[in-house]
């Protein structure tokens, strides 16, 4: 009965720990040097509990035969100080440069691995560690407890070098390291009660244990990476955000900036027309392309940030030219080509730190926006647009509105870009919150009672969340309002503003006075 609940308890764990396996090779793509040594240990302790439930059979009296039993524990005892071993290499890799001396200590283990290999081999012909009864029973030979310690000596090595580790930091790293001595605290003790209960499986069990700790810790780690990562990552194009930007920004008005640095201001070109005349869609690839573009002319000496919609920065340490950088930016748009849209342009500012020695990053910033502007300036002109004309009809479109709008459908929110103050009353049905706003406007009197049914129809937040969904490109609402003479036809045109996604939904909002109703 012992020894079919040795095999069983023993295949268990390793079940356990192919579930863990599986979940370490599942949270992360791109394996770190620490999470493919910890992949290396726990493929290794499965495949150990796996043999220790092979033992734990072959030493059934009803299944096992002497000469099997012996083959098998054969095997166990190598494998016992091999997996001391990967403990050993698992521990080194994690603790990295804390360590000093991992070719010594690598030596050391192996020369211990090689001396319990040859104590086994001796005992294939010379009864060294164990022999084989008759009635299937393993019997201690006088070497048995010397390989027993001889692999402990390994784990009580690796203890040494973890709690030494752990005392010599402070705060969340000290906190690393003893969780990893627990991790190797495991098998020790569980060595203990296996040399006291040699009938139960404590190595398996110690192995578990071990592995389990180990993975809360890196489980956790990862979860924090990803965290951060998110934080810190734009998720269109998978560079820098604009928070990370801001936060490196901080970090160099604290510290005196290299004379090496160039700052680069870079904009894409056309991305409001692409969005108007072939979407969204051809839009992001729009962004995505010239994300790469800027990634690949500035890999492995620039940090990327895209700071706005079509807008990006890049900071560059480098003895190199910003003309040679501008260069390789061009060529490498020069050879982009999209699905939905054949090709891009960028405009490109820079400014150097050794050509402005007293400048600050935002001076540096400043002078290379300037630089990009009259490259966008250069780019439109060789287009035939008039970029001056281009703003005062913009301004004038606006000035035509009384009302501008960005609304968040997805978040129920909005920005003021212009407005009376006069709006801003609860008489007019003023709320915070986009849906509440245009609902409690009609409510308020404010539209004609023939209007109002349609108004609150068309501005309703599922209605417009919806509407926008389905793929339209804008919506105009016609209604009268009440005014100081009467009642005013009014327009109230919605489009989807250049950031729009399904999963946020951002649009423009226009109102319009368009004429008197004649009506009181």
């Known amino acids: 009965m012992e020894q079919a609940l040795y095999w069983i308890a023993s295949l268990t764990f390793a079940i356990i720990l192919a579930i863990v396996l599986w979940h370490a090779y599942t949270y992360k793509n791109e394996a770190s040097p620490v999470d493919k040594a910890y992949r290396i240990l726990v493929s290794w302790c499965v495949f150990f509990c796996l043999q220790d439930a092979l033992w734990g059979i072959a030493a059934m009296p009803e299944v096992g035969h002497p000469s099997f039993l012996f083959g098998v524990t054969t095997g166990f005892h190598i494998f016992t100080v091999i997996s001391a071993y990967v403990w050993l290499h698992f521990v080194l890799v994690y603790l990295g440069s804390e360590i000093h001396h991992k070719r010594f200590y690598r030596t050391l283990v192996l020369l211990a691995v090689g001396f319990q290999t040859a104590l086994v081999i001796r005992n294939v012909f010379v009864p060294t560690i ?12 006088a070497f048995r407890q ?9 784990y009580v090595l690796i203890g040494l070098i973890t709690a030494i580790s752990a005392l010599s930091n402070k705060g969340d790293t000290r906190k690393q390291y003893a969780a990893v001595f627990v991790f190797v605290l495991a098998p020790i003790l ?29 489980a956790s780690r990862e979860h924090n990476d990803r965290l951060v990562l998110a934080s810190t990552t734009d998720e269109l194009t998978q560079v820098y955000n604009r928070r990370s930007y801001e936060e490196d920004l901080k970090r160099y008005e604290d510290h005196p900036i290299e004379d090496d640095l160039i700052l680069f201001s870079v904009d894409v070109n056309s991305l409001k027309q692409v969005n108007d005349t072939l979407g969204h869609l051809a839009g ?17 000496s620039g940090k990327v940030y895209r700071v706005g919609g079509d807008e990006f920065i890049v900071v560059v ?10 260069d390789r930016l061009e060529n490498e748009v020069d050879q982009w080509e ?21 400048a600050s990053l935002m001076e540096l910033k400043k002078s290379a926006d300037q630089m990009m502007y009259r490259d966008k300036e250069m780019y439109y002109k060789s287009k035939g647009v008039d970029r001056r004309g281009q703003r005062e009809a913009f301004d004038a479109v606006c000035n035509s509105y009384t009302k501008i709008l960005k609304v ?16 801003k009353t609860e008489q007019k049905g003023f709320s915070h919150k986009i849906s509440e706003w245009l609902h409690g406007f009609g409510k308020s009197g404010q539209v004609h009672a023939e209007d109002l049914s349609g108004y609150l129809e068309k501005t309703s937040l599922e209605f417009l969340r919806s509407y926008f969904t389905e793929g339209n490109t804008s919506l105009s609402v016609f209604y009268r309002r009440l005014s100081a003479d009467g009642y005013r036809r009014v327009m109230m045109e919605m489009i989807p503003s250049d950031d729009y996604t399904a999963e946020n939904q951002t649009l423009y909002l226009y109102v319009k006075d368009i004429g008197a109703a004649h009506e009181t």
């Open 408 to 423: 968040n459908l997805t978040a129920d929110s909005y920005g003021i870009i212009k407005m009376n103050l006069d709006e």
């Open 317 to 326: 340490h480098s003895d190199e030219s910003g003309k040679k950088y501008k």
């Open 338 to 358: 999209g699905q939905r849209i054949k090709g891009l342009s960028l405009s490109v500012g820079y400014a150097a730190k050794r050509d402005m020695t007293d």
């Open 284 to 300: 992001d690839e729009l962004i995505q392309g010239a994300s790469l573009c800027i990634t690949n002319a500035f890999s492995g």
């Open 130 to 141: 164990f022999t084989i009864g008759p009635n299937n029973e393993y019997r201690c030979e």
């Open 146 to 154: 010397v390989a027993f310690f001889n692999q402990y000596f390994i």
């Open 190 to 218: 569980c060595g203990v009660f296996q040399f006291f209960f040699p009938n139960a499986p404590f190595y398996a069990i110690g192995y578990a244990v071990g592995c389990t700790i180990i993975h809360v810790f890196i």
